[in-house]
């Protein structure tokens, strides 16, 4: 899915953001849809693409305006995105509300049901939005952060590690459910100057400072290092005075991944909330004839199934599909089909754009896709036209 990267140091040198950035250009490697950081005075970049892929100069730059707008921590994300366009600078990660900024490694599978149900209005397309902003609704019933955590994170479906910043009362958290991996990392140079780190892949955490060659060993330059891994359920504060990680909270995930109604022996989650919310179709005619086609999705998924299978003669396409999860998000008209055989998506990118990604809770052999609606319909069009014509054959 995504990387979250962090650091945070008393007085955070370039030593420091070199490493971090270190982190956050390793891990836009594999998740090279857009690239995101903020810092504590409330400064963040946000970038559309790999963060290894920007021009040396624009690159070269991020670290003196990290240099000049940070003192405590850094806070990264790269993103390998499931739902909303990574083209929109506001699907792209950190988020910001009046009293947060946040980013999310995983997949929300009832966002669209929980901006519902909270009567929720925000731009952001993707799932991740809705933890950023159910958290501040809570505040705005004068909740204290913990307690919004705890709330917001008890009501997620789906799987997520997400790092906040609490801005009134300068403070970071982090929490994560049972789905999601990360780690932590003190260290101690030989100077005694203390730092934290973070990140969704422990090899990151591992490849920072120098590492000096003495034969077959690499001895490590750091005076001490040590690493931990936080538990699922539990509201960990990063302590910038104390240098510290400390619990201060706890939760119970929700043991529900996927609700709604069966398809193909499977789950679904769709919902149309979003149709009437607000003005809804009044907003503009070519609103009004999306949401109309949005309303047979899930007949054109069953169609473009059979399609597919019609014009690969593969009868077990059907049976694959059965065996995933599929989650229909109507706000970001896309639908996301986790732990699908590899066989499955080849044969399928074959004829229809697709993302493919992985998280940590694939069984082998099986990849995780999301579509648009417009991938699903365009599919359709051009292949149900050709098969009325003849053109395909079995």
């Known amino acids: 899915m995504c990387e979250i990267q962090f650091v945070m140091s008393r007085n955070i040198n370039d030593e420091e953001i070199v490493n971090f950035l270190d982190m956050l250009n390793e891990g836009s490697y594999s998740n090279s849809d857009a690239t995101g950081l903020c810092t504590d005075n409330g400064t963040k970049w946000k970038f559309r693409t790999a963060l290894h892929s920007l021009k040396d100069q624009k690159s070269g730059n991020l670290l003196s305006d990290i240099r000049m707008n940070t003192s405590k921590f850094l806070i990264g994300h790269n993103r390998l995105a499931t739902t909303g366009s990574e083209k929109e600078n506001k699907n792209n990660h950190p988020f910001e509300t009046s009293n947060l900024m946040l980013v999310h490694n995983g997949v929300i599978s009832n966002h669209d049901s929980l901006k519902g149900n909270f009567a929720l209005d925000y731009p952001e397309e993707t799932d991740s939005a809705i933890i950023i902003h159910l958290m501040e609704a809570y505040l705005e019933q004068d909740y204290s952060i913990e307690d919004a955590i705890k709330e917001t994170a008890e009501s997620l479906q789906g799987s997520y590690s997400v790092m906040v910043y609490h801005k009134p009362d300068d403070r970071?958290?982090?929490?994560?459910?049972?789905?999601?991996?990360?780690?932590?990392?003190?260290?101690?140079?030989?100077?005694?100057k203390v730092s934290l780190y973070g990140s969704t892949k422990t090899q990151n955490l591992v490849n920072t400072y120098n590492w000096e060659k003495d034969g077959m060993f690499d001895i490590d330059t750091l005076r001490k290092r040590a690493y931990a891994e936080p538990d699922a359920g539990v509201i960990y504060e990063m302590d910038t005075k104390g240098m510290n990680i400390d619990e201060v909270g706890?939760?119970?995930?929700?043991?529900?991944?996927?609700?709604?109604?069966?398809?193909?022996?499977?789950?679904?989650?769709?919902?149309?909330?979003?149709?009437?919310?607000?003005?809804?179709?009044?907003?503009?005619?070519?609103?009004?004839?999306?949401?109309?086609?949005?309303?047979?999705?899930?007949?054109?998924?069953?169609?473009?199934?059979?399609?597919?299978?019609?014009?690969?003669?593969?009868?077990?396409?059907?049976?694959?599909?059965?065996?995933?999860?599929?989650?229909?998000?109507?706000?970001?008209?896309?639908?996301?089909?986790?732990?699908?055989?590899?066989?499955?998506?080849?044969?399928?990118?074959?004829?229809?754009?697709?993302?493919?990604?992985?998280?940590?809770?694939?069984?082998?052999?099986?990849?995780?896709?999301?579509?648009?609606?417009?991938?699903?319909?365009?599919?359709?069009?051009?292949?149900?036209?050709?098969?009325?014509?003849?053109?395909?054959?079995k």
């Open 172 to 192: 970071i958290f982090y929490f994560k459910n049972s789905s999601t991996s990360f780690a932590f990392m003190k260290a101690v140079t030989n100077t005694g």
């Open 250 to 393: 706890k939760f119970t995930p929700s043991t529900t991944k996927w609700g709604g109604n069966l398809y193909c022996g499977t789950k679904y989650y769709s919902n149309d909330w979003d149709y009437s919310y607000g003005e809804g179709w009044k907003k503009s005619s070519t609103t009004e004839i999306k949401k109309l086609a949005d309303s047979d999705i899930e007949d054109d998924f069953e169609d473009m199934v059979l399609e597919l299978g019609y014009y690969l003669g593969n009868d077990e396409l059907h049976s694959d599909l059965s065996e995933s999860a599929i989650t229909f998000h109507d706000n970001s008209r896309t639908v996301v089909i986790e732990n699908l055989n590899t066989l499955a998506i080849k044969e399928m990118e074959k004829f229809i754009d697709m993302k493919t990604w992985t998280s940590n809770t694939n069984p082998m052999g099986t990849r995780n896709v999301t579509l648009t609606y417009d991938n699903i319909q365009e599919f359709l069009d051009n292949f149900s036209h050709k098969h009325m014509n003849g053109k395909v054959v």
